[in-house]
């Protein structure tokens, strides 16, 4: 074999071995972007898939814009305010043989479901005054028989009056008569075709695009409030996650420490034991647990005046201090350090606390690091007991909480753009978290498997 | 005065242990033997629990709801377990080659796995519709089959006509080599690419309208809503899988696969006498914690049940079945009945982890 | 001075006179339907007795929450209660039976059929807050389109049934409706030709004329008439119907909620349930809540007043203009509500009628206490029936087998 084709193959082989990577990259990728297509979309179960849909188009994106700086002076969020007025151009196909009357409507319309449907906002029909459809120009078509006629119609907003987050039009065509263009595309298309309608005729950018996820946010709200659930369950999220991973490192450094360093009776027995406790499922414990909840941890919640720990963090904090596996992992990484380290400080009279805290901890930040990463992923991704535990009010529940409930107030109505835009939008925070400690997210799975 | 210093240390131990026996006393040791008890009793939350034995258990396996969410439970933890160790075993090879950027890749296959499980159960539900990417995918593939079997006809016609060529020319070439794949890609994709331009391969007329939802139908003993979950779970898993692999080879020297190389091994030898056996320990861990964390599946079924989604019948587990019967929709709750169930959920793992002690070799092996 | 006084005084008298009533119900739309209920309506009522109502409602799981507060104790003095469920709570003796605290004729003010639904062994437990029943909504555009006289009161199955085997052969992509495998469809058929959910005995039997109606509603898609709903990629009628892959749709008032969202611009029109052509009868469900009383409740007298200014004749009318959820009084059947134009009046208006004569044999959706047990082998029989897995003679036969495993008989 010569040289020169050893080279030739190493080469080949390594441009198959990234060939290869790459299409791994795209089954693991894919399905991801394409649910973040589809979260912009109207319907995001469109048969057949498109990638070039209105809300990617850029005649869009520089109307939407336009819009909502014509409706409200802001280009990005858009919706319409009093004194303001918006211009929009459509043009028909008009078979021959058929009259063509084009009507024009502001519906008055409101959400079915979900908190939209809760909450009284003003409808844009009561305030704005629409002027058209007025016929610009008409032209014999080229493909077809018949003609071409393009309108104008001018919503005006005059007088006093309430912002308007949105205001939706409808237009009503006789059968045969087809949308060919529009300064922005329908939002869809009803009635088989008859009505083309619009959500919002000022979006702005953002809401054009983002439709669906200004909608999670916006519609998504706390009745008493008025602040965005999303926003609320996100940050109840961190919170939980943040004071469980200071809890976690705390005493299962303490504990992880006592099991691998101090002597004392039944040591052995505990550390089984523990190992027994990561065995069991939550759904063994969780029975008892509620109910320990419930009355309040053998009624001491009641000497603080408070009846249950159901729906409290305090108790969802309490009956999750520390987990047997952290302790485990800790223990594991304490017996790994060489004993000499400590010795010299015990000689000195440093008490077991003081060895711990001054001396063992600050060399352990490798596995404290590695902890925390792994009690955050695990504490921000829980859903079994948080669901037990926190069930009333909205506002106290966690993401993966809230993504549920958010699942079944839209399920129903079969509104998916909406539920893969919350989904997308609680992936954001760990997303972002993953960017930044990636290496120690996929470091930590090696720490953490240690444990069985 | 030296039991006295032993005394502190215990006491000393005792403090420092004090939050973890707090935990590990109320919230696990009281609650498992409160849940064997009342695994024994009648009990429905309101009135005080009733002694009744063993009719629990015997009740539980009369009862069909529970021997469908066994059978679901046992089967899809099978099948996810075996899909998600073959798949991130194979990555994970893959992945073990010192390449440039590889640590890159490395990142992008571990997206799914961070992903919590109700964000990927949402976009489950969207993937899984009728008209949702699953089946447009599958329609795609289906309407494009002739394309792809006019590809791979090519490209085989190809490769096999050069490495002829080679081997004439007195060159020992083995059938995949490389570069001349690489040619015989590129050749066939042309090739299929005019053939579609002259009008010779054309896309047939499939629609794949797999209902995988609201269904009851089944396939292998699971049901739809449950492959659905299957995949998607397995989607999510192979990266954390992935990565414990990948330390695991680490640990194998290289100068093994040199030596075998030298010795006239191939790849797929040195795959099954070198790679598997010494990644044997590494292989138990992944199959156990595979095992246990899809015994406890719970999240998806709720996700994936409910309204505009699947039937229970068609998604139920032991651990919603624990689930439904201490808060039941609008019935008395049966605390009871779910304790055992809960407990066979349990022996189950149990076995599982001493099977694994028994046959596989612990953390020792490999780290 | 005096009138310092005056005031203290008033307020001493406020503060010790002041009475809570705990009142809870689930959450989604009903928030805002009972805070300005409350708000508007009752409480300005209430103040004057001295009695101030503190509304929590539950998200989440209603059903678990309410068992365990009855259960711990911390359960409020009035609750929802689900017509479906509604029994196995009863049963628990945790519920306060209201006959002594309403008079014979104000619980005949309210719909019988719905007072008969809340009583449990001869007691009433529940006032009825408002129900649903279900109702024919049919696409006028579609049946245009297809030169199909819209449906009407008269149809009886066999003339509705021709009238979508038109509309499905002239118009190729559309079903003439989509039917589900579920009883809370096709019970209301079943119960059209008089057949009973249970006997004296409290046992089912699925007998000649269940079978009638059996046959008739899954031999819809074979004969042209109608297509399953999960061949269409939907779970219910009303997905069909929104998405105007079918003409007509089964639902009660619920659906126009969802064709606000899916389809704001459809011009579709309600009918009653069309008649079986034997008995020229027509059948229904009866979904309804009550509001019912704890019976570890404190304050019972006070709890009962903000249950009767909570079912009031004004809160009702509150509750109807805004189009939010149909009483349960008979003194509304007349309401100028009803005679508004538009399609979500006229929809309330066939489901409100639908609980009286025009509704037929109308029973409430409830089953002893068994629940969705009991629907379990029938919907299994219509599943198997219209996805062709069984005959109907094989699918009849097992669901009595199981039917009568569950009820005890033989």
């Known amino acids: ?452 | ?367 | 001075m005096l009138r310092v006084w005056l005031i203290l005084l008033a307020l001493a008298g406020l503060a010790s006179a002041q009475v809570q009533v705990r009142i809870s119900g689930w959450g989604g739309t009903d928030i805002a339907i009972v805070n300005g209920l409350l708000k508007e309506v009752v409480q300005p009522k209430l103040d004057r007795k001295g009695i101030r109502v503190v509304y929590q409602p539950i998200e989440g799981d209603y059903t678990q929450w309410l068992f365990n507060a009855l259960s711990a104790g911390t359960a409020p003095d009035l609750f929802y209660v689900d017509i479906f469920w509604s029994e196995s709570l009863f049963a628990s003796g945790r519920v306060e039976p209201l006959d002594g605290y309403f008079s014979k004729q104000e619980l005949a003010e309210f719909l019988p059929n719905l007072i008969q639904a809340f009583t449990y062994k001869g007691k009433v437990y529940g006032i009825p807050k408002d129900f649903n029943t279900l109702a024919l909504q049919f696409n006028k555009d579609l049946f245009d389109e297809a030169g199909v006289r819209y449906p009407n009161q008269q149809d009886t199955w066999e003339t509705f049934e021709a009238k979508l085997q038109q509309v499905q052969s002239k118009l190729k992509d559309v079903a003439g409706l989509c039917v589900v495998a579920d009883f809370a469809r096709f019970g209301a058929f079943a119960f059209a030709t008089g057949w009973k959910p249970f006997d004296a005995k409290g046992h089912t039997v699925l007998d000649e004329n269940f079978r009638r109606a059996f046959e008739w509603y899954t031999g819809l898609p074979r004969r042209g008439a109608a297509r399953f709903a999960q061949d269409l990629g939907e779970g219910w009628t009303g997905g069909c119907f929104g998405g105007e892959k079918a003409a007509t749709a089964i639902e009660g008032a619920w659906i126009a909620g969802f064709l606000r969202d899916k389809a704001p611009n459809m011009r579709y029109s309600t009918t009653f349930l069309p008649l079986d052509p034997v008995t020229k009868r027509r059948g229904n469900f009866i979904y309804t809540v009550s509001w019912s009383m704890n019976a570890a409740s404190r304050n019972k007298p006070a709890a009962a007043k903000v249950l009767k200014a909570l079912t009031s004749p004004e809160a009702q009318q509150w509750v109807l203009e805004r189009g939010l959820a149909i009483p349960s009084r008979r003194a509304l059947a007349n309401n100028p509500y009803f005679q508004r134009p538009g399609k979500e009046p006229e929809l309330n208006r066939v489901v409100f009628q639908g609980s009286g004569p025009q509704g037929g044999n109308v029973y409430p959706f409830k089953f002893l206490a068994y629940g969705g047990d009991w629907m379990r082998p029938i919907n299994d029989a219509l599943l198997a029936v219209m996805t062709g897995q069984k005959g109907v003679d094989q699918a009849l036969r097992d669901a009595q087998a199981a039917l009568d495993r569950l009820t005890g008989r033989r």
């Open chain 2, 1 to 367: 005065m030296r039991i006295k210093a032993r005394t502190l240390e215990a006491l000393y131990a005792l403090l420092l242990l004090l939050p973890f026996l707090f935990s590990l006393g109320v919230f696990f040791l009281y609650a498992f033997l409160r849940a064997v008890y009342f695994s024994f009793t009648d009990y429905n939350l309101f009135s005080p629990p009733r002694w009744v034995g063993l009719a629990n258990y015997w009740a539980l396996f009369q009862e069909p709801s529970f021997l469908l969410a066994l059978k679901h439970t046992l089967l899809y933890s099978l099948v996810v377990t075996s899909l998600q160790t073959f798949f991130a075993l194979i990555l994970a090879i893959a992945l073990n080659r010192p390449l440039r950027g590889i640590t890159f890749f490395r990142t992008v296959y571990y997206l799914p796995s961070v992903i919590s499980t109700a964000a990927a159960s949402l976009l489950l539900l969207w993937l899984f519709q009728r008209t949702g990417l699953v089946n447009q995918a599958l329609s795609l593939l289906f309407s494009h089959l002739p394309h792809l079997a006019g590809f791979a006809l090519l490209f085989l016609g190809l490769q096999g006509a050069l490495v002829l060529w080679e081997r004439r020319r007195g060159r020992r070439t083995p059938f995949l080599d490389p570069g001349l794949a690489a040619v015989s890609l590129l050749g066939a994709f042309l090739g299929t690419s005019a053939f579609q331009a002259w009008g010779l391969l054309q896309a047939r007329e499939v629609r794949v309208d797999i209902p995988w939802l609201p269904t009851r139908a089944s396939f292998l003993g699971l049901p739809y809503p449950l492959w659905a979950i299957v995949l998607m779970n397995t989607y999510t898993t192979i990266p954390t899988f992935m990565v414990l692999f990948l330390a695991g080879l680490k640990g194998i020297p290289r100068t093994l696969y040199e030596a075998a190389a030298l010795d006239g091994a191939t790849p797929w030898i040195m795959f099954s006498r070198i790679t598997v056996p010494l990644l044997r320990p590494v292989l138990f861990l992944v199959i156990t914690l595979g095992l246990i964390g899809t015994l406890q599946l719970f999240d998806q079924v709720l996700f994936v049940g409910g309204s505009g989604g699947a039937p229970l019948e068609s998604t139920i587990t032991l651990a919603y079945y624990v689930y439904g019967n201490v808060f039941p929709s609008g019935a008395t709750p049966r605390v009871g009945l779910a304790s055992a169930a809960a407990l066979v959920l349990a022996g189950l793992t149990l076995v599982i982890v001493l099977l694994q002690r028994r046959f596989g070799v612990g953390e020792r092996g490999w780290s």
């Open chain 1, 1 to 452: 074999m010569g040289a020169k084709e050893a080279v030739r193959r190493r080469w080949a082989a390594l441009g198959w071995a990234y060939g290869l990577l790459l299409a791994f990259g795209v089954f693991f990728v894919a399905p991801f972007v394409m649910g973040f297509l589809a979260s912009l979309k109207t319907d995001p179960l469109e048969w057949p898939f498109r990638l070039a849909f209105s809300q990617v188009s850029p005649k869009n994106w520089a109307a939407a814009w336009r819009l909502g700086q014509a409706g409200s002076g802001d280009p990005w969020l858009g919706g319409m305010r009093p004194g303001r007025q918006v211009a929009l151009e459509v043009v028909y196909f008009v078979p021959r043989g058929v009259e063509p009357t084009l009507l024009a409507e502001i519906p008055r319309r409101k959400p079915g479901a979900g908190m939209g449907a809760v909450f009284e906002t003003p409808y844009a029909s009561d305030h704005v005054t629409l002027e058209g459809p007025i016929p610009l120009e008409r032209r014999p078509a080229h493909q077809e028989e018949g003609e071409i006629i393009r309108y104008r119609l001018v919503l005006r907003y005059q007088g006093e009056g309430p912002f308007l987050e949105r205001v939706p039009l409808d237009l009503e065509a006789p059968r045969g008569m087809v949308l060919v263009e529009a300064t922005l595309d329908p939002t869809r298309f009803e009635r088989r075709g008859r009505v083309a309608s619009w959500d919002n005729v000022t979006p702005g950018l953002l809401g054009y695009v983002f439709h669906n996820y200004v909608r999670a946010f916006r519609e998504t709200r706390s009745l008493e409030t008025g602040e965005s659930l999303f926003l609320r369950w996100t940050l109840n999220s961190f919170f939980l996650a943040f004071v469980k991973v200071v809890t976690t490192l705390v005493f299962a450094s303490m504990a992880g420490y006592a099991l691998a360093r101090l002597r004392f009776p039944g040591r052995q027995a505990l550390f089984l034991f523990m190992l027994f406790s990561m065995m069991v499922p939550g759904q063994v414990t969780f029975i008892s647990n509620y109910l320990v909840l419930r009355d309040g941890i053998f009624g001491l919640s009641k000497l603080f005046g408070v009846e249950t720990l159901l729906n409290t963090y305090t108790g969802l904090i309490l009956s999750g201090l520390v987990g047997a596996s952290a302790v485990f992992i800790m223990k594991q990484f304490f017996e790994s350090i060489p004993r000499e380290v400590e010795e010299a400080a015990l000689i000195d009279g440093a008490t077991p606390l003081q060895t711990l805290f001054r001396i063992v901890l600050p060399m352990s930040t490798p596995a404290l690091g590695a902890l925390a990463i792994l009690t955050f992923q695990g504490t921000w991704n829980e859903f079994f007991w948080p669901f037990i535990v926190l069930t009333s009010p909205r506002e106290i529940y966690t993401l993966p909480i809230g993504l549920l409930s958010f699942r079944n107030a839209y399920g129903q109505v079969g509104d998916w753009g909406l539920i893969l835009a919350g989904g997308f939008f609680s992936m954001i925070p760990v997303l972002i978290l993953f960017a930044v400690f990636q290496r120690y997210f996929v470091e930590g799975v090696n720490v953490g498997a240690v444990k069985e």
